[in-house]
Structure formats: structure tokens, C-alpha cells
């Protein structure tokens, strides 16, 4: 909760101006807890399950069937076996608006340009239901790579992580993609009432720098749809300049793209009435959503990806024996040391800062396989040879999220997928009724 007096007063000028009669309203806000919030994973689980392992209730929200509140004094989530498993994200809600808006549809080819931690992009993939291609881009490298590893506690195997600026990319797969989402870069005023660094870096020079950055990559965006491609633009500022000036400034640059209606439910009109705000008098922090359609050809197309070596040795035979039931679809590819289950529908990778493509199976050691943590993350259990079961509030799961041994039935041999409540959260080794624990280091609780 804040103190009025702690917010730049401009900006409380530029939100009476832009709100009117409703700018009491808006700053009585700031006297309330910000809204928390949790999205459930369909890849991984259940509603039914999540809310039974969930140590507080949750109550639906507006911007997708997938977001709940959580309450004001819920315990440390990231702790809970069930986030360690990838059952849900944590978002505030209106976070989720955005994908709403994008509508991803099974087997539908989707960027995500600015994506960084994966909130989005993790909502889209579950929507995919693992079909069809998922592209996840994020500048800023060490961003990247928790991009990453979100997108693998949350078991998503049908996608690419990449770190590359957004016009090289864009002009490397022009006209590739169904649906393109940029929720891009902002002053961040949504975010006030939860982080006072946002405060602190606001400043009207900043706005202006913000939507200059921000038409950039929408302009650059636009280069990679296809014919009749949707373009969702997204931000979680008020500001008129980022938001409905962005659009317009777009429109005036690409007369062939056209804003169109999704007839949403959640929020209010903008300014643009086609478009969405989102203020926290509707029960969200604060985000703008717009919606385009491109309505001009693209007969850019890249190239298809050709593996450079596709894996058959003796050792990945092994390997498959020892963990899955049967083999997994899709084409392996080696690099380097590593085993990668590839998605469908890859373009040509070259130059365009890929971190990983498709599913990291596991690493080449002496005439062995060690499996990877995303392996079993993205499995089910019924596709697993051996897994164990430790209900969410067990000692041995917490024990297991500690990195400890644990000990487990004699029957149990080799590598062993872990789960909690029949979700997989990570694997061990099983040998005389213990179990090594193989779960990485940089994830454990403390």
C-alpha cells in the first residue's frame, strides 16, 4: 500500500486528465494490497488437483479461464511443491489478458517477442496443448535463460528460446508465423502498487523514450506474420503515449494492418474503442491490450530447419529403454553433447540467437545417457517406466525439493521420475532403496 505522496505529480496530472471523474476512484486503490495471482497449467494438471494441494483458496478471475486470486496472505508460493512441479504460474491476473486477446489455437505457429520470465509464454503453450510451434524471444540474454527454465518447469516441449534483437529476427522469419504477441517494454505504471523501483524510474522522459522503443519492435513484428496474421500489443502502463498513441503511430506506418474488435469482457474500452484497458477498479494491477490484423500478403517464408545430425546410436536406444515406456515422437537431434526431441514446423535457426529448440532429453557422457530435468518435466507419468508418487504435503517431497536422498521401496531401480500428486516435478536414481536425488541445484528450497 502506498502514500499518495510517494507518486510523481505528474503522473497523478496525467492520470486526472486521462480518468476524469473517476480519478478518486482510481488513487483510493492505492490504499488496498495489489492483486495476487496464480495460473493453472493444464499441460501438467488439473484444476481439482492444484486446489487440493493449495495450502489457501482461490477465487476465479475475469482475463482467463486459467487465472485465479490468490489471497493478500498466501505463504511463499515459489516453496510449494506444486509451483516446483510446474502445476501453475505465478501472475497477477490481468497479466493474462493479453493471450486472451491472441486466442492461440492448437497447431497455430506463435511468437512471443518480448517474453521474459514466461508468464505469456507459458500461457500460450498451454493453449497450444502442445501442437504446433512456439517461439519465445527475449533480448536480453541472462533474461533468456529464465525464460527458459520457466518454460521448463512448466513442461512446454513444442517450442524455441531465443535471445536476438527483434528486427534481426522478425526479418530472418518474415511471414512465418499465425500470431505474433508483443507485450512489450513500458514505463511500467501498472506496476506501482507492487514495485516501488517503477516509481522510482518513472519519468515523462521516460514515456516518450518507451514509445519510441516500443513502435520499433511493433513495426518490426510486423514483418513476420503471415496474410491475415494476428498482431496482439500489450503493455502494463496507463500512459496514452505507450498505449493508444503507439497504435496510431503503427497504423499510420502500416495501412495494411486494421484494428479489430475480440468483443473481450474483461476491463473497458480504451481510448481506441476497439482496443482494452485494464485499471485496478477492474480487479487488475493495470494493462492495455490491442488487437491487428494484417491484411496485406507476406511472401516471405524461411527456409525449413534440417538437423545436422540426427540421433540413432545405441546409446539413445538405451536411454529410451530406461526411461520412457515407448519411444517419443518427433526427430532427436544431437548438438554437441546434448539430445534435443525437435518440434514440428522449425525454420532455419541460423542467426537468430537460439538458446534451445524443442525438448533437452539429456547429455552424451561415456557410453551412457545422463537424462535431463526437462525430460521428466515434460512427461506424463503413465509415459514414464518407473515413477514415484509423494503426496504435497509429505516430508519426502519437501526433502526432495531440499535436494536431499531419500528413502524409497527396494522395487524401485534406475532412474525414477518424482512427482507430487501425480504431477512430475523431477527424477532420481533408485538403488537399494534410496533414491539419489537428481533435481538442480539453482531450483531447491532452501
Keep these: 500500500m502506498l502514500d499518495l505522496v510517494e507518486l510523481p505529480q505528474k503522473f497523478k496530472e496525467k492520470m486526472k486528465e486521462l480518468l476524469g471523474e473517476e480519478y478518486d476512484a482510481f488513487f483510493s486503490c492505492y490504499k488496498e494490497p495489489h492483486y495476487r495471482g496464480i495460473r493453472l497449467n493444464p499441460l ?11 495450502p489457501f483458496s482461490i477465487q476465479p478471475a475475469p482475463f482467463s479461464p486459467m487465472s485465479y486470486y490468490v489471497p493478500e496472505d498466501a505463504p511463499k508460493i515459489g516453496q510449494l511443491p506444486m509451483h516446483h512441479a510446474g502445476a501453475f504460474y505465478s501472475q497477477e491476473p490481468s497479466a493474462a489478458s493479453a493471450v486472451t486477446a491472441l486466442d492461440p489455437q492448437p497447431g497455430d505457429v506463435v511468437l512471443d517477442l518480448c517474453a521474459a520470465p514466461g508468464g505469456k509464454s507459458t500461457q500460450i503453450a ?36 531465443s535471445s536476438c534483437h527483434p528486427g534481426i529476427l522478425c526479418e530472418g522469419l518474415a511471414g512465418f508465423f499465425d500470431k505474433v504477441l508483443v507485450d512489450a517494454p513500458c514505463s511500467g505504471e501498472g506496476m506501482f502498487r507492487r514495485d516501488e523501483q517503477a516509481i522510482q524510474d518513472w519519468s515523462p522522459e521516460h514515456i516518450e523514450a518507451c514509445a519510441v522503443r516500443q513502435l520499433a519492435i511493433l513495426l518490426s513484428a510486423a514483418q513476420a506474420l503471415k496474410e491475415n496474421g494476428i498482431l496482439v500489443y500489450s503493455t502494463c502502463t496507463f500512459s496514452r503515449e505507450e498505449n493508444e498513441g503507439v497504435i496510431e503511430a503503427f497504423l499510420k506506418e502500416r495501412d495494411d494492418f486494421t484494428l ?11 481510448l481506441l474503442p476497439e482496443a482494452r484497458r485494464i485499471f485496478p477498479m477492474d480487479k487488475g494491477e493495470g494493462h492495455f491490450v490491442a488487437v491487428l490484423q494484417r491484411l496485406s500478403k507476406n511472401d516471405a517464408y524461411p ?41 514440428e514446423h522449425l525454420p532455419d535457426l541460423k542467426n537468430l540467437g537460439v538458446i534451445r529448440a524443442g525438448l533437452l532429453l539429456g547429455e552424451l557422457k561415456t557410453k551412457r545417457i545422463e537424462p535431463a530435468h526437462a525430460a521428466f518435466m515434460a512427461a506424463k507419468p503413465k509415459e514414464l517406466c518407473s515413477v514415484i508418487n509423494f503426496p504435497h504435503d509429505s516430508a519426502e517431497i519437501y526433502a526432495f525439493l531440499r535436494g536431499e536422498e531419500i528413502a524409497v521401496d527396494a522395487s524401485y531401480k534406475g532412474y525414477t521420475g518424482v512427482a507430487v500428486d501425480g504431477v512430475l516435478t523431477g527424477f532420481g536414481k533408485c538403488s537399494n532403496g534410496r533414491l539419489k536425488n537428481h533435481y538442480p541445484k539453482g531450483l531447491r528450497n532452501n
Design 260 to 270: 479489430i474488435d475480440r468483443n473481450l469482457q474483461f476491463g473497458r474500452p480504451a
Design 303 to 343: 527456409k525449413p530447419y534440417s538437423p545436422q545430425s540426427l540421433a540413432t546410436s545405441r546409446e539413445m536406444q538405451e536411454f529410451y529403454s530406461q526411461i520412457y515406456l515407448s519411444k517419443q515422437d518427433g526427430r532427436i537431434e544431437q548438438v554437441g553433447k546434448h539430445l534435443l526431441l525437435l518440434p
Design 44 to 54: 501438467k494438471c488439473d484444476l481439482k488437483t492444484l486446489k487440493a494441494a493449495l
Design 126 to 161: 498451454s493453449l497450444l496443448n502442445r501442437q504446433g510451434l512456439l517461439w519465445s524471444n527475449e533480448i536480453v540474454k541472462s533474461r533468456a535463460n529464465i525464460l527458459l527454465s520457466n518454460m521448463e518447469r512448466m513442461g512446454v516441449k513444442n517450442a524455441v528460446i
